[in-house]
């Protein structure tokens, strides 16, 4: 009914009619209700238009209102949840206002009606269309849920903490029903029941039914007032009712639900328990005698059968009259007499009941095994299971068989149950129950059932693993929830029990439970199978107590049977003796008790108590797991980790309760059990040792679980037994390596178990740090639990040897046990013949470096002389790093390759220098060494022909690390008294590393780590690893994606690191692509102490060698090694704090060693003389003051020698020179305050005040500001290569009276152009420098092989000779300081070829590397040096080969070429000045205009600056003075014809170029073009000074010419090079079929007929007037002939290569030949007689004809 607001005075009365009338039905019919109407909203789609949708202001809800159009339109497009993938993290809070609903149809209530609506939604149809809607408005809030919501409702309404105030309206938490299996174990206690009812089918009901409500009760009795208030309420209503109504369908007698029924029921039900449903007729109407409820049927659901809950679909029938007494027992299927039914007893009623229970597994395996384990607990016997009676008799047999079957049960419950589960099976391993007198053993079922449901988890949950391949569920249990049962099994019913006299405890402690008097033992009259200790049956309880407590020797016979581990078995038990070898002992010859299941009774009792067997958990589990076979053997290798652990915590707690922490080691656990331990272990290994190439993934974790449990194991067990299990794991793996097919799998699972086992963090402790290498008893001494924890570091290292400190030797492997192992490891890998493979030497490289980081973090080892002491236990590494020098990455960026590798070569036969690493590795790591005739159990068989790797950088870079970590650790006395007896070779060898170590280490800055943002070496030699396993085997793809998967480790080598938990556990990697400021200026501050520290540790070890050497013989031949790794350190980017002590060490040097500088090596003083000066530009104060005094401190040290300082001015002049040409950050202020400094330094010095040395240094510095003064013009045209290089090749031409000096600068030129890519200049930079220095070597001494000056340099450039000496009164290089420097010598001269040659290559320019070796073969030849003489002939067999394969010439592109001329007098010197730039190769006009263009506009302004755009010649008059102007042209190489005889290759045509030309087209009448008897071109040929190419890039034109031609012989050079087109065509080879018809095409085809057709008509068709014009016409007539050969060439060419589908096209061409040839004809054969008779002598012409060179000539210079 609808009423309109404005009639409502009408309708008043009936309006308060119409509200009385409501009033009434809700009072009488308001807890019940009906269907409405329903809407759908399509959550995904609102999560992703909100996420979308930008925010136009701060508001954080956004109201959206969605119409029902607008959802049919866009909502629905895709309903379904699985074609739709969304993402929260954009989403914002919106509220959804819904205003369309549709009415409920009574009829269409089920889910399949409600689905069929919803995919109506997602395609418009009719049957929506038929819905009635109604009008409503409904307002929804979505947001996404935090990660913690506060004031949060569990699922059973309780509060969940925090909940601070109960007022806030809380956040219900509801509980999903996942679709798929959620597998997550029961955490807290939960117990809810969900009825849903479903149907209801009273159509065949007699009365009155029609409309029908169903009650739902949940009864604890079958009294109506036994209802339990556990339904939930709705919102706004109580929390719990006794009941629940279903709505109501108007007249309708077969109803459909949907409510849902949410109860908690009570932990513990009983058979009468039931679900009760009620069904009434709801009377609408009130009427008389009529009740508003009318019964109309009752049917139930007994909760509990068989001690199990019922769940699931139930279609039940429904009863008419109320059921009788003791019905809920039974289920309504029984027929029980005297009942009415509906529908004669047919089901009617559907219902489906769910359980969410902690309390019911809900699984019948579960059920079954938890109810006898109960049954066992309560000793409830006769007990009913179903149909089984459960009694002493059979209840061990049930349970096995139900222990057996758990492998049947669901996964998802078995894991919801998990803890539960386990912690029963270990109960029962535990606490074997007593039944009818007889111990039951279930110990090898309980290990058996716990092995396969691990093994179970573990396979079905392979995704839900942590880093080290555990299984998370597991792992958690070990660590949160595992403990040794507390709960003693309870006595039998009628038994009392005795009080306890001491608080409750741990099982495992010495204590029973009560025994009844009256149970009587010897009743039994089976024993039990589980248990065969039990031999005979006891005649009494005393007797069988008496034998369990006093038995020394019980046969255990039946545990080996079928057992690999039977005496004398391949895998017989281990005895603890660490005295002996690991032999085999016999089960009989054990002295201790194996009953581990019976403990005495206790004296606590007063009463006599009865017997309760109680086992230790580790020692069961390792007895069990010792005898296992097969299948469960297999599962818990397996899943070895979780029973280790398991054991260790069983071990840990026993230890803890039991108080014996404070017992010596050796008595803490029975010798039966370290048996099994060393069973366990010797098994393990052997299975490691024979699966590594089958189970790779099996073999790794095994690998692992077993390192782990023996790292545990040094912390409860004896200490030596733990190191002769590790020696019988290495015996095992070495005795399988020689044999392996893949050792280098075999090592690295070795390397891994070391690791593992040395991470312990009492691992200094167990390698006796400060003992003596005497040989101990033992592999290593257990140390005493009670001394552990006190100081390792008490006593002092006494006196010894020290070489063998520094070995490898048995005693020290002995000795330091842990470390031995791991040195050799390393040592072994590291060999350069053995298989070190790159995933090897990573592993002990980082193994090593990993124990170094704990050591130098650990707060125990802060002290100096703990340090020391620590170091000792690595001293050998300092000779392994030294044998591997040669397998180290080099550091040292652009160096040749470093002596070292010579001196590694060269002491192969010296026996001094022999490897440290003796030969006793050949024996065992511990206990006595193994005979000698053995095969060394270490070595690497190595591959045939394999020579030997090198380290990668991120390998050389951890172990230079840990190399350097020893020296600065390690005690100096000690250091000294090593470095004294070592050989020249070795020391020097050390020297070379430490000159590795400063390379390595250099601060790099800021910039660069910004540049290289993360992505360094590290992941691509990760691939290489990874790449080099997967090809040798060593792991498979599988592993290789679970290995990807999981988490790395912080230290960045994916290792299982464990010393550390709050360091290394749960971190993500931080190696990824894009770092923040923040960390990348705390990499560059680490960076930079990094490389602070390294060098002040090569210092001291320098200070050291010095030292040592010094009062040695060996002092000459290890200084100047000495200092030049002093300068090298000085050279790199170093900290100020280095700096100082640095300069401080280098003036002791050198006022000790003066000799070495100034008598012997003269590079030595030019490098230091460098050094200082770039320090005396230092932005750094105390910098420059300690750089300047080592300078002047060196000048006066010269000069005292000689009186003079000559060489040290000269050096210094040249550094200078030098810093000035390459460095970049040079600061001329900074070095003009040194240079005062250094003067001041010189006025005050008292001593050589009176002498001439303060005017020398006055002389110095004056020329060294005049140096400084040209470094002011260089900075001023730092931005113009080209000023640049012209500036420092006028500072080097003004150097030609000081070779030194400009053969500095000429190398800073080839710096310079290196710099810019500009190869071909470097080379002639570097062979001018070879030639000035071969003018110089030729004065000094005459030496037949040596060139003979600069002409010998004269076939590789022209150039050249302009290095030639001045004359000999002017400069003798005898003179003191002059041609002093390395490259004036025979080697400096070899090295300057072989860099010249070097830069060639680069340049493409073969041909001339042939050149430069001509000069060097002598030189090699004159000294024998086949070596050099070899690799010089290879790099020419290369070269000629190069030349060879690219003899066309268009592979190498030599240069472009452009005139650049500069007008205008804003450039200075440049102006009117035309210069020729080489530019790169392919270099367009476009490319240098725009390039020199933005160069100067930038510099004079963007108006200043502009482009000539022709090449015509430039009026000065016509320019705007205040502009520059740039006129630029493209010109190409020009050579006269005789030169083109000679130039052959495209090489010689461009190489050695001088001359240039470029052609301007031009008319009369000044037009650029024009008709062709009225074109003309203009050719300008420029002359350079020097040829290209030269030591600059650009040379001044000195000579201009320019060539007219007229139009005819423009004609002439079109025909001539139309012909030369198509002859190339024709004669390619290969043949290019496209190529010739394009060109042919050009010539003869019809559209461009014109062309030639055209040019003959025009010059060809008259005979020209003038005389001189006679021999133009001729030679255009003959260019005619030849042209129309070529095209009759070329199609017979054509023809030869067409196939059938182009036969046509060339008939189309051979058609427009013949027209072409016949329309020349006449032309062509048109001869004129003029020039068959003698012509006339021409009366002075004023222009030369062209025969000569061309017919019109003006010539500008």
């Avoid at 600061?1227 to 006025?1243: F, G, V």
Wanted: net charge neutral; proline share 5%; hydrophobic share 35%.
């Amino acid at each position: 009914m609808v009423m309109k607001e404005s009639d409502s005075t009408k309708h008043k009365e009936k309006l308060e009619k119409l509200r009385s009338q409501a009033e009434q039905a809700c009072s009488r019919l308001g807890r019940f209700r009906m269907p409405f109407a329903w809407t759908a909203i399509h959550l995904l789609n609102i999560v992703s238009s909100m996420g979308g949708l930008e925010r136009s202001d701060s508001d954080s809800d956004t109201e959206r209102k969605a119409t029902w159009n607008e959802r049919k339109k866009k909502g629905f497009e895709r309903m379904s949840v699985g074609d739709d993938v969304c993402s929260f993290t954009t989403f914002r809070p919106a509220t959804l206002t819904v205003t369309n609903f549709f009415k409920q149809e009574g009829d269409r209530l089920s889910d399949e009606d409600l689905y069929k609506f919803l995919a109506d939604m997602r395609r418009p149809s009719s049957v929506l269309r038929r819905l009635r809607p109604v009008t409503a408005q409904l307002k929804i809030d979505i947001s996404p849920a935090p990660e913690s919501p506060h004031y949060c409702l569990s699922p059973e309404l309780l509060h969940v903490k925090p909940y601070p105030d109960l007022r806030v309206r809380p956040t219900k938490d509801v509980l999903e029903f996942p679709a798929r299996y959620v597998y997550t174990p029961h955490t807290r206690y939960r117990n809810l029941l969900y009825v849903y009812p479903q149907s209801l089918n009273f159509s065949s009901r007699q009365g009155s039914v029609r409309n029908i409500a169903v009650k739902v009760q949940f009864m604890a009795g079958e009294d109506p007032s036994q209802a339990m208030p556990v339904i939930f309420g709705k919102s706004s209503c109580p929390e719990f009712y006794k009941e629940a109504y279903t709505p109501i369908i108007y007249h309708n007698k077969s109803p459909e639900f949907y409510e849902e029924v949410k109860m908690k029921i009570p932990a513990s039900l009983t058979d009468n328990h039931h679900l009760l449903f009620t069904f009434y007729h709801i009377s609408c109407q009130p009427k008389q005698n009529t009740a508003l409820e009318t019964p109309v049927g009752y049917t139930w659901i007994p909760l509990m059968q068989h001690g199990r809950l019922r769940t699931g679909s139930f279609s039940l029938p429904v009863s008419v009259e109320k059921p009788p007494p003791s019905y809920s027992v039974l289920t309504p299927d029984v027929q029980l007499p005297g009942m009415k039914w509906v529908d004669n007893h047919k089901g009617v009623f559907n219902v489906e009941v769910t359980a969410a229970s902690s309390v019911h597994t809900q699984d019948p395996h579960l059920d079954k095994f938890f109810t006898l384990v109960y049954v066992l607990e309560e000793y409830s016997f006769p007990f009913r299971l179903k149909d089984v009676i459960i009694t002493e008799a059979n209840v061990e047999a049930e349970l096995k068989a139900s222990m057996a079957a758990l492998k049947g049960a669901l996964l998802d419950t078995c894991v919801r149950f998990l803890h539960q589960l386990l912690s029963k099976l270990i109960l029962l391993i535990v606490h074997p129950p007593v039944i009818a007198g007889q111990i039951v053993n279930l110990g090898r079922a309980a290990f058996e059932a716990m092995a396969l449901l691990v093994n179970q988890i573990h396979k079905n949950l392979d995704g839900n693993q942590d880093q080290h391949g555990r299984n998370n569920l597991l792992a958690s249990y070990i660590f949160y929830c595992f403990h040794l049962p507390s709960n003693e099994p309870t006595s039998p019913p009628g038994v009392g029990n005795t009080a306890y006299e001491m608080p409750i405890q741990y099982a495992t402690l010495s204590r029973a439970t009560g025994r009844p008097s009256s149970l009587n033992l010897s009743r039994s009259k089976s024993i039990s199978n589980s248990n065969p200790d039990l031999a005979t049956t006891p005649a009494s309880p005393d007797e069988e107590v008496q034998r369990i407590i006093g038995n020394k020797g019980i046969d255990r016979s039946h545990s080996w049977v079928n057992s690999a581990y039977a005496p004398g078995g391949s895998r017989a038990v281990l005895r603890r003796n660490p005295n002996s070898s690991c032999e085999l002992k016999q089960a009989f010859e054990r002295c201790s008790n194996r009953m581990s299941a019976f403990l005495e009774s206790s004296s606590f009792y007063s009463a006599p108590t009865r017997q309760t067997a109680k086992k230790l958990l580790h020692e069961e589990l390792a007895l069990q797991w010792v005898v296992s076979t097969s299948t469960v053997r297999e599962a818990a290798l397996h899943q070895a980790w979780f029973f280790f652990q398991l054991m260790v915590k069983s071990m840990s707690h026993h230890l803890f309760l039991s108080s014996r922490l404070d017992v010596p080691r050796r008595q803490r656990f029975p010798d039966r059990f370290v048996d099994d331990i060393a069973a366990l272990v010797c098994a393990i290994s052997a299975d490691i040792a024979s699966r590594y190439h089958k189970d790779v993934e099996l073999v790794e974790r095994l690998n692992s679980s077993l390192a782990f449990f023996l790292n545990d194991l040094l912390s409860l067990i004896d200490r030596g037994f733990v190191f002769n299990l590790i020696r019988s794991y290495y015996k095992q793996i070495s005795n399988k390596l020689h044999t392996a097919q893949n050792p280098s799998a075999l090592t690295a699972l070795r390397i891994d178990f070391l690791r593992i086992v040395c991470s312990h963090e009492q691992y200094v402790t167990l390698n006796l740090p400060c003992s003596t290498l005497s040989p101990p008893a033992s592999p290593s001494p257990s140390t005493s639990s009670t001394t552990s924890q006190s100081s390792a570091f008490s006593c002092q290292a006494q006196d010894q040897g020290v070489q063998s400190m520094f070995e490898l030797s048995a005693p020290f492997r002995q000795q330091h046990f842990l470390s031995g192992l791991l040195l050799s490891e390393l040592s072994l890998i590291l060999e350069p013949d053995g298989e070190g493979l790159f995933f090897l030497h990573k592993k002990a490289i980082s193994a090593l470096h990993s124990l170094m980081c704990s050591h130098d973090a650990d707060p125990r080892h802060i002290d100096s002389q703990v340090r020391s002491h620590i170091a000792q236990l690595y001293l050998p590494l300092i000779p392994v790093v030294m044998e591997t020098l040669c397998q180290l990455h080099d550091f040292t960026d652009t160096s040749p390759p470093r002596a070292r590798h010579v001196s590694t070569l060269a002491d192969d036969g010296d026996p001094d220098n022999s490897s440290t690493i003796s030969q006793s590795v050949a024996m065992a790591i511990a206990g006595s060494p193994l005979p000698h005739s053995k095969a060394n159990p270490f070595a690497l068989p190595t591959v045939a022909g394999r020579q030997g790797s090198t380290l990668s950088a991120e390998c050389s870079r951890t172990l230079l690390v840990c190399f350097l970590w020893v020296l600065k650790n390690a005690d100096a006395a000690l250091l000294e008294r090593y470095v004294s007896d070592l050989s020249v070779l070795q020391i020097n060898r050390l020297l070379d590393l430490l000159h590795l170590c400063v390379s390595c280490f250099e601060y790099k800055g800021k910039k660069a780590l910004e540049r290289i943002n993360s992505l360094t070496f590290k992941k691509s030699q990760d691939m290489k690893a990874r790449l080099e396993e997967a090809i040798l085997g060593t792991i498979g793809a599988r592993q290789e994606m679970v290995r990807r998967c999981r988490e790395r480790s912080p230290y960045g080598n994916q290792e299982n690191v464990r010393w550390r938990k709050n360091v290394t556990h749960w971190r993500q990697n931080t190696d990824r692509v894009d770092k923040s400021k923040a960390e990348v200026e705390q990499e560059s501050v680490v960076d930079g102490n990094l490389a602070t520290e390294v060098s002040l540790i090569v210092l001291d070890t320098l200070e050291v060698i010095v030292k040592t050497v010094v009062v040695s013989e060996l002092k000459e031949s290890v200084l100047g090694g000495v200092l030049r790794v002093l300068l090298h350190s000085m050279a790199g980017n170093q900290s100020a704090l280095f700096l100082q002590h640095c300069f401080a060490t280098q003036r002791a040097l050198v006022f000790k060693f003066p000799e070495m500088l100034f008598e012997e090596d003269t590079e030595l003083c030019a490098d230091l003389c460098l050094r200082l000066l770039r320090h005396c530009s230092s932005r750094v104060a105390s910098v420059r003051s300690h750089a300047s005094a080592s300078l002047y401190l060196l000048m006066r040290q010269n000069f005292e020698i000689g009186n003079n300082f000559a060489r040290v001015k000269m050096q210094v002049t040249m550094s200078l020179s030098s810093l000035v040409g390459m460095s970049q950050n040079f600061n001329e202020e900074h070095l003009r305050h040194s240079l005062k400094t250094i003067l001041t330094y010189a006025e005050d010095d008292l001593e050589l005040r009176d002498s001439p040395f303060p005017e020398q240094v006055q002389d110095l510095v004056f020329n060294l500001h005049m140096i400084l003064t040209d470094t002011v013009k260089m900075k001023e045209h730092q931005q113009d290569p080209e000023m640049l290089i012209d500036l420092m090749y006028r500072i080097a031409k003004g150097y030609q009276n000081s070779p030194d000096l400009r053969l500095t600068w000429l190398q800073n030129m080839a710096g310079k152009h290196s710099e810019r890519g500009n190869h071909a200049e470097a080379a002639h930079c570097l062979v001018h420098s070879a030639a000035l220095v071969a003018e110089y070597l030729n004065m000094l001494e005459d030496c037949r092989y040596l060139p003979i000056g600069c002409v010998s340099f004269q076939s590789i450039s022209s150039n050249v000779l302009e290095e030639s000496a001045v004359s000999d009164d002017i400069l003798s290089p005898e003179e003191e300081g002059i041609c002093a420097g390395k490259y004036f010598s025979e080697s400096g001269l070899v090295g300057l070829l072989e860099q010249a040659a070097a830069s060639f290559n680069m340049a493409g320019m073969y041909e001339a590397i042939n050149e430069v070796y001509k000069i060097l073969l002598p030189i090699h030849e004159a000294n024998r040096d086949f070596k050099k003489l070899a690799t010089v002939h290879g790099k020419l067999q290369d070269a000629f080969n190069k030349v060879y394969n690219q003899s066309s010439g268009w592979e190498r592109m030599f240069g472009t070429y452009f005139r650049v001329g500069f007008y205008g007098c804003r450039f200075g010197d440049l102006d009117e000045q035309e210069f020729v730039y080489k530019e790169p190769s392919i270099t367009k006009l476009a490319e240098i205009s725009h390039r020199l263009e933005e160069f100067y506009a930038e510099r004079f302004g963007d108006d200043m600056v502009e482009i000539i755009k022709d090449s015509n010649p430039v009026d000065k008059n016509k320019l705007d003075p205040n502009k520059a102007y740039l006129q630029i042209t493209y010109v190409e190489p020009f050579f006269d014809t005789y030169e083109l005889k000679e130039r052959i290759t495209y090489f010689d045509k461009n190489y050695n170029l001088r001359t240039f030309m470029y052609c301007t087209p031009f008319t009369l009448d000044g037009r650029a073009h024009g008709e062709l008897h009225e074109q003309y071109k203009r050719k300008t040929i420029l002359t350079t000074s020097h040829a290209f190419p030269y030591i600059k890039t650009r040379i001044n034109v000195i000579h201009k010419e320019e060539i007219i031609l007229v139009p005819v012989e423009v004609a002439i050079e079109d025909m001539q090079k139309k012909t030369q087109e198509l002859a190339f065509a024709t004669h390619q080879d290969p043949a290019d079929p496209k190529m010739l018809q394009m060109v042919l095409q050009g010539c003869v085809g019809t559209t461009v007929n014109q062309g030639p057709l055209e040019v003959a008509q025009v010059f060809l068709s008259d005979i020209p007037d003038d005389p001189k014009l006679f021999r133009h016409h001729n030679k255009l007539r003959l260019c005619f002939k030849d042209f129309t050969k070529r095209c009759e060439d070329a199609l017979r060419k054509n023809k030869s290569l067409i196939g059938p589908d182009q036969k046509e096209y060339h008939r189309e061409l051979e058609r427009n030949y013949t027209k072409l040839k016949e329309s020349l004809g006449p032309v062509i054969n048109r001869k004129i007689p003029q020039l068959y008779r003698t012509l006339p002598q021409p009366s002075t012409p004023t222009q030369r004809n062209s025969l000569s060179r061309s017919s019109s000539r003006r010539v500008d210079c």
